[in-house]
């Protein structure tokens, strides 16, 4: 150790703070950084709808159980499946979407009615119906989708991208989240804690830095009365001879993320107004993000932002959604979901399609599980709502090397259980990161006397029907 320049009394005092990891240079662990291949993909866009989707009445077509609505499921179909306590002790009655599928694109793919604008893009669209996960509830449900475990604490997907490939825009961060501030399902809204895009044992450095809808995006980013970017720098210059003592004394590689954040807060200061102002976007182009496009903190507004960050090289993209938990008076707030979403989700589509950057950026829009094919409470088929489902659920995709106008795997008739093609959340993390240069199995960080990857230690396979 005598090569890191350690007092004693610092080896000692960064022993007690943490692993002997924390205090190794950042370049000691740079071997997992840089691709392992040839990329399809730059960027990634997560577009997270959270509360679940129920994939019954938008995306996994089943006619056939209006013949048994009204019905109580066959045991056959439930197996071992766990349930939830709001439906444990209640009959599992067949309750049928009452909503409508139209075919879309080339290929006819069946879509639900709520989603028009997303249709119209079908054929750049690969639709996963075989997804699956562990998680029965919402908070360990997003956790694993977002951070690759339902524990909290590990690293997110946007920290691996930030870590694993490094940044395209020194300017701006690696990782932007973009929470909704509003949304039209007023029930069961879970809250959104920021380890769902934090750096776990990552260095800080590669955390998600999340937007804000009012005042300035980022805390902090205007000069506070009477200082003024002359002093600021120098503020800057005077703090960063310290840190740098400071550094030498410990090699503590927390001390070099702080230099490092603090001069990106200063450059963000003039690039975030920047990418923030959308008064130059031409009316065409607001327009296709739909009417609430103008309003801050919408989704809208949100998924413009994203295709300007994505413009600009900003590696993870991710935008929260939320109002999906539809355990009663589905048809009262679907409708209102769908609109918050479709017409934006599908102008991203189309803006970037047609700037030419759909074709390295890659696009998801998925939530932490289904829904059941069952309802929740008394049977009454316009007016139902369904529990959380995770043995089967859908995901959207496009552009970054998936194929377009595409619908993988297949679930059974009551959409309950998988029959074709499964994919665990762990498989399309793996996917993902193949897409963007990465191997699962070579992307790690040593912490604790483990190699932590984001797939964790279970096995995960590439899914590779979707890819190009």
Known sequence: MSGLNLSRRSFLSTVGMGTIGAMLPQNVFAASQGLHHKPKAKRLIMLFMAGGQSQLDLFDHKPGLQKLAGQEMPPSILGNQRFTAMTQDQKKIVTPSKYNFKRYGSNGILMGENLPHLGSVMDDLCLVKSLYTESINHDPGKTLFCTGQELPGNPSLGSWLSYGLGTMNKDLPDFIVLPSAFWSGKANVQALF?????????????????????????????????????????????????????????????????????????????????LTDITKESKANLDLYGPEVMKQGSYARNCLLARRMAERDVRCIQLFHRGWDHHGDLPKYLPGQCRDVDQPTAGLIKDLKQRGLLEDTLVVMVGEFGRTCYGQGKYNKNDYGRDHHPRCFSALLAGGGIQGGIEYGQTDEFSYNIVDKPVHVRDLHATLLWQLG???????????????????????????????
């Open 194 to 274: 920021s380890r769902l895009w934090g750096s776990g044992c990552l260095p800080s450095k590669h955390q998600g830095t999340s937007f804000q809808s009012k005042g300035d995006p980022v805390l902090f980013l205007s000069n506070p009365n009477g200082v003024s970017p002359q002093v600021r720098r120098e503020m800057l210059d005077t703090l960063g001879q310290l840190n740098q003592k400071h550094f030498n004394e410990l090699r503590d590689p927390e001390i070099q993320t702080t230099m490092a954040q603090q001069e990106m807060a200063y450059r963000m200061q003039s690039s975030i107004p920047e």
């Open 438 to 468: 990465l191997d699962h199995n070579q992307l790690s960080y040593p912490f604790q006397g483990l190699n932590i990857k984001l797939t964790g230690v279970n096995p995960a396979h590439l899914v590779q029907g979707i890819l190009s």
